[in-house]
């Protein structure tokens, strides 16, 4: 079989079988292509409500899987590679955050999306990068506990001086591996290209942004622009998908380094082995009654808020 085969046997299958795929951005092009829907974490949480199909699909990583049951628990949800986590989401147990509540009794606890579902039991709200600022705003709480990602949290601290925030130790080893030197580098070999970053970045790196945002904001900016050539300082995905989506337009990675290996398990033949239900590194996802929905509270309020 070769690529457009395989995506014609996708697209034949789902139908069949009455599948949604949700892919997120950082997923490869060919999976992109067979998605019913592709986005940022918060616009997949938003489209997980209202799926109308039996199955839904999600290609992307653990916690995104998860938070599409938590909204649609009636729903059989499944992720494309069983072993896709998001290294971040583990960094912290809910025990350890139980104890930081204890000594930050006046602290809302707020969030990232990619977090275990078992970590959001303890948490008060939950952002994405697309939302968090907004949400954070919004919230009456003057003392913010922002978990797990601190480069997140510097960024949103930095923008929100009238509260005081407690950060910890954690945050994405793809995009925390990025340095200022890596910028000066890019900067080197394509000076008249803005920088676009993901706030996940490191704030060496964020300061010498001149945009930062989630994945689908990048795009959207690069989109926009009346610029023509642009450094993307995410994972290397969204260069290709940009140079696909504006073919006028030049997208130099910021780093090589900026490579997500979790979001990268997924194949093409993962996605049909999925909609067709048969062996393959798929998983269903499946949550306790109660961790369900105590872990959904946090959810509903990012969407009520964001
Ligand atoms: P977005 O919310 O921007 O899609 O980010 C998800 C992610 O994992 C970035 O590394
Ligand atoms: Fe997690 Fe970082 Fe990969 Fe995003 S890029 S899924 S935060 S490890």
């Not at 034949?12 to 951005?25: F, G, P, Q, T, Y």
């Not at 979790?262 to 393959?280: E, F, I, N, S, W």
């Not at 306790?288 to 946090?298: H, P, V, W």
């Amino acid at each position: 079989m070769n690529i457009s085969e395989m995506q014609a046997e996708i697209l034949r299958l789902k139908k069949e079988n009455d599948v949604c795929i949700l892919a997120h951005s950082y997923q490869t092009h060919d999976i992109l292509e067979v998605a019913d829907f592709v986005g940022d974490s918060f616009a997949l949480s938003v489209k997980a409500q209202s799926v109308d199909n039996s199955t839904v699909l999600m290609c992307g990583v653990r916690f995104m899987a998860e938070t599409v049951k938590l909204l649609s628990p009636q729903k059989r949800v499944l992720l494309s590679h069983g072993g896709a986590g998001c290294p971040m989401a583990e960094q912290m147990s809910p025990e350890y955050i139980e104890k930081v509540k204890s000594e930050n009794p006046d602290c809302a606890v707020v969030a990232y999306i990619n977090t275990t579902t078992a970590l959001k039991t303890v948490c008060d709200f939950c952002v994405t990068s697309s939302s968090a600022l907004k949400i954070v705003n919004a919230l009456p709480d003057k003392n913010i506990l922002f978990i797990p990602d601190c480069n997140l949290g510097d960024y949103v601290k930095r923008q929100i001086p009238d509260k005081n925030f407690v950060l910890l130790e954690g945050g994405c080893p793809v995009h925390g591996q990025i340095t200022a030197d890596d910028v000066k580098s890019a900067k080197a070999l394509h000076p008249n290209a803005p920088l676009l970053v993901h706030p996940e970045c490191k704030p060496e790196v964020v300061e010498l942004a001149d945009y930062v945002g989630s994945t689908s904001g990048i795009m959207e900016f690069a989109k926009n622009s009346s610029e023509s050539e642009f450094i993307i300082g995410t994972e290397n995905s969204i260069s290709e998908h940009l140079a696909y989506e504006c073919p006028d337009k030049r997208f130099y990675p910021l780093s090589k380094k900026l490579i997500c290996e979790d979001m990268k398990l997924t194949t093409l033949a993962d996605v049909l082995y999925a909609v067709r239900g048969d062996k393959g590194s798929w998983e269903e996802i499946t949550l306790d009654e109660q961790t369900q929905q105590k872990a959904r509270k946090c959810i509903d309020k990012m969407l009520e808020l964001g």
